[in-house]
């Protein structure tokens, strides 16, 4: 509905396992976001792409790995989680100076 | 980086209005304040977007004061379908990724 589309909706992992996430806007945006929200916590922007520049939240742990290989994907590549990293994973997009649309998320479990 | 305080939790009645407050006392010159809605285990959505008086739309009205220390969501007409958590966000439009999400409020509508 929004434009923005992610795949997988619901992913359940192993500590062990290696899995990516994907995002596609279509909406003709010029910056992408990924955010992770916890249960009962506050959504915490983890990535952003945009034109200009890359910009990381320091705390997110090396096991996630974002990858932007043109304005219109995102991908968060995902490697021996946690199970604390059990959360919705959001992408959101954006153009410009405008707010963020985001996307329906992806469900993820890790056992 | 401008904070805000939402109630944590509203009820109402289908067929009211609801005006959600949100205080944002140390609110910048280049902030402008942004309202998102969130169904369980569904990205945010955009509602509505303001700097200063009145602004509405389709789904909203938001209500900002001169001092612009508050501003006021209000929903015509709740239905059942208006159950959700409203965030308030309050940053500069320059740089999207530094708006930070709080609990925000959550909106019971009761038949």
């Known amino acids: 509905e929004t434009g923005v589309t992610q795949t997988p909706r619901h992913l359940v992992m192993g500590m062990t396992n290696k899995k990516s996430l994907k995002c596609e806007q279509h909406l003709g945006h010029n910056a992408m976001y990924w955010y992770k929200q916890s249960a009962k916590k506050p959504l915490e922007l983890m990535f952003v792409?945009?034109?200009?520049?890359?910009?990381e939240n320091n705390s997110v742990p090396s096991r996630f790995s974002p990858e932007c290989p043109n304005s219109s994907h995102l991908f968060l590549h995902l490697h021996t989680l946690q199970p604390e990293d059990s959360a919705l994973y959001l992408c959101?997009?954006?153009?410009?100076?405008?707010?963020?649309?985001f996307g329906p998320g992806t469900r993820l479990t890790v056992l | 980086l401008a904070k805000t305080t939402q109630p944590i939790s509203m009820d109402s009645y289908e067929g009211q209005e609801v005006n959600i407050t949100c205080s944002h006392n140390n609110i910048a010159t280049n902030d402008y304040i942004t309202w998102y809605q969130q169904f369980p285990s569904q990205g945010p959505r955009f509602i509505i977007q303001g700097y200063k008086t009145k602004v509405t739309n389709e789904v909203a009205s938001l209500f900002i004061p001169a001092d612009r220390k508050s501003s006021t969501l209000s929903l015509p007409r709740v239905s059942l379908s208006d159950t959700a958590v409203y965030y308030c966000?309050?940053?500069?439009?320059?740089?999207?990724?530094?708006?930070?999400w709080g609990a925000g409020t959550k909106l019971i509508i009761k038949p």
């Open positions: 959101a997009s954006s153009q410009d100076r405008g707010p963020p649309f």
């Open positions: 792409y945009s034109l200009e520049e890359r910009v």
């Open positions: 966000l309050v940053g500069d439009l320059r740089s999207n990724y530094q708006l930070i």
